[in-house]
T-cell receptor, first 116, second 118 residues
Framework: ETGVTQTPRHLVMGMTNKKSLKCEQHLGHNAMYWYKQSAKKPLELMFV???????ENNSVPSRFSPECPNSSHLFLHLHTLQPEDSALYLC???????????????FGPGTRLTVL | AQKVTQAQTEISVVEKEDVTLDCVYE???????LFWYKQPPSGELVFLIR??????QNEISGRYSWNFQKSTSSFNFTITASQVVDSAVYFC???????????????FGKGTLLTVNP
């Protein structure tokens, strides 16, 4: 199943680097999401885009900057990260109904990020 | 506020055993949706099932079955005749219906690590 793809799959970066995570969905969906999954913690929703507009931003530090140029692509730009930002970053997409509630979210394989 | 509790952190079984993963949820909405996802070691969350709050019928899909009970706010997942390939972390999740506004939030439990030994 390659409905949602993410690149790179693994990323190691220093605290002063700038990098970007890419997500692409091939499902014809209108909503896309970024989640952070840290060890021993529940998945944390970071950002939601619906029809390329940001609809949720859950108090995420500004060192994480999302970009959604179209409904099929989603980026997460990273700069001056901290070691505690090391985690699995998951992208998801959903149909994107009017309210969003109840939509099934389909996930990509994630990017394993390590910040040194 | 919505909340999902998966009290079982880890479960270990021997192949061919049946295993039930528990999920208890909290919500004040009358319309809500419940989900189960599987996360194998590769990391990708694989969608298993979606159920809305008005449909209390139990569901069976092959070796998988789900028991939804509104009276106890539970949505438990049973794997019959478990196999080694079932080894993964399983997440239960809840989405509230919203009150006219948008609600894309999917609240996940902390997950249950299932290990099926040969």
């Amino acid at each position: 199943e390659t409905g949602v793809t993410q690149t790179p799959r693994h990323l190691v970066m220093g605290m002063t680097n700038k990098k970007s995570l890419k997500c692409e969905q091939h499902l014809g969906h209108n909503a896309m999401y970024w989640y952070k999954q840290s060890a021993k913690k529940p998945l944390e929703l970071m950002f939601v885009y619906s029809l390329e507009e940001r609809v949720e931003n859950n108090s995420v530090p500004s060192r994480f900057s999302p970009e959604c140029p179209n409904s099929s692509h989603l980026f997460l730009h990273l700069h001056t990260l901290q070691p505690e930002d090391s985690a699995l970053y998951l992208c998801a997409s959903s149909q994107g109904t009017t309210s969003g509630s109840g939509d099934t979210q389909y996930f990509g394989p994630g990017t394993r990020l390590t910040v040194l | 506020a919505q909340k999902v509790t998966q009290a079982q952190t880890e479960i270990s079984v021997v192949e061919k055993e049946d295993v039930t993963l528990d999920c208890v949820y909290e919500t004040r909405d009358t319309t809500y949706y419940l989900f189960w996802y599987k996360q194998p070691p590769s990391g990708e969350l694989v969608f298993l099932i979606r159920r809305n709050s008005f449909d209390e019928q139990n569901e069976i899909s092959g070796r998988y079955s789900w028991n939804f009970q509104k009276s106890t706010s539970s949505f438990n997942f049973t794997i019959t005749a478990s196999q080694v390939v079932d080894s993964a972390v399983y997440f239960c999740a809840l989405s509230e219906g919203g009150s006219g506004g948008s609600n894309y939030k999917l609240t996940f439990g902390k997950g249950t690590l299932l290990t099926v030994n040969p």
